[in-house]
């Protein structure tokens, strides 16, 4: 059974016994995960707490904002620009940079984040959840800018994020691995429930958004076509689908079980770019399946390769289950 410790003592182990991360990290990861205790409080309220619903505003993509991604935003920006371990914050719900204010001290690590992804689903009461990423200031830069932010994702200190689902789960990397808390509600604290996650590198679960189909580039729907011809097919075995539409909830489920989750590009979108954010959504996910030995492309190239041209840049997904991974991604080069 996995050692029932608190978030804290994971944290300060991984500080003091494999130094992997330094004081600063540590205490800027106990600050994100207390604004997510903070967002799971809202988002239980749900109708209760008058956080449901439209805001009736936009986000910079032209998005329509839920209620909750403005609480979800405010509440981590709240938390962190205090604790003195920013420079800044970057959120998809956001325009430019979020400089941490003069009268705070300044530190040396950039925050970026998804408050509350998987925003179709918060009136319906299904899964949904907080992304984020942590990157350290190239050093000797001199104040920051949005140029600090755009480093490849295998630069990250650490990225995780928390799903509200029928338990609060925050799922964590430092690069060491990852590991899974869940939130004990009595005690307010979140508990180590899963150490050394690890993704089966076959799968016969996959996850897409299939109403897209007629969009699709060829590769895709090879793939998709031949999951679909089951035993009878050259795959020789039968695949099962899930789409729950908060990639938080569809990585989750590939975290406990293996699958393998594609956003594609397709053929609405001019400039061969995806749906999800690079800095937001693929690089953080990228990096916790990678620790947990599955892969992550853009159906050509490895995500956390990919240096960032402008902070909400977006970018086509393929990650899980390794050899699934590898065999999407093959498809796409034979193609070219
Ligand atoms: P959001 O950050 O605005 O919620 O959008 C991202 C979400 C992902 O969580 C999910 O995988 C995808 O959008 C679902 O898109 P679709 O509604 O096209 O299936
Ligand atoms: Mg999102």
């Known amino acids: ?28 990861i106990e600050v994100v995960a207390r604004a997510c205790k903070r967002i799971a409080i809202s988002v239980n309220k749900g109708e209760l707490g008058d956080v449901l619903g439209t805001a009736g505003s936009e986000n910079v993509q032209g998005e329509v904002q839920k209620k909750l991604d403005i609480i979800a935003n405010e509440v981590l920006i709240e938390a962190n620009e205090w604790g003195g371990h920013l420079a800044a914050m970057a959120s998809e719900e956001m325009e430019g940079i979020y400089l941490v204010p003069n009268r705070f001290p300044q530190g040396e690590y950039l925050l970026m984040f998804d408050p509350l992804d998987g925003s179709s689903n918060i009136d319906v009461n299904v899964s949904i959840g907080t992304i984020f990423s942590v990157l350290k200031k190239v050093e000797g830069s001199k104040g920051v800018s949005e140029d600090d932010f755009l480093q490849p994702g295998s630069a990250q200190a650490a990225a995780g994020y928390c799903v509200y689902g029928p338990q609060t789960t925050l799922v964590l990397t430092v690069g060491d691995g990852v590991a899974m808390f869940t939130l004990d509600r009595e005690q307010g604290s979140f508990v180590l429930t899963h150490e050394d996650v690890k993704i089966p590198e076959d799968t016969k679960e996959f996850a897409i958004n299939m109403s897209n189909m007629r969009h699709w580039d ?16 050259p795959r020789g075995k039968n695949f099962n689908m899930r789409w729950i539409a908060s990639m938080v909830a569809d990585v989750h489920r590939i975290l406990t079980r293996g699958g393998v989750f594609m956003y594609p590009w397709d ?70």
């Open 218 to 233: 060829a590769p895709v729907k090879r793939y998709i076509d031949e999951c679909l011809a089951g035993e009878e097919g």
């Open 267 to 336: 053929k609405r979108e001019p400039n061969k770019a995806g749906k999800l954010r690079l800095m937001y959504e693929a690089n953080p996910m990228a990096f916790l399946v990678e620790q947990a030995g599955g892969a992550a492309t853009n159906a050509r190239e490895r995500i956390m390769d990919l240096k960032p041209g402008k902070l909400h840049e977006r970018v086509a997904v393929v990650l899980g289950s390794k050899n699934e991974v590898e065999r999407i991604t093959s498809y796409h080069l034979d193609s070219a």
């Open 1 to 28: 059974m996995t050692r029932r410790i608190s978030l804290t003592q994971y944290l300060i182990e991984q500080q003091r016994q494999h130094g992997h991360i330094p004081q600063e990290l540590r205490l800027l």
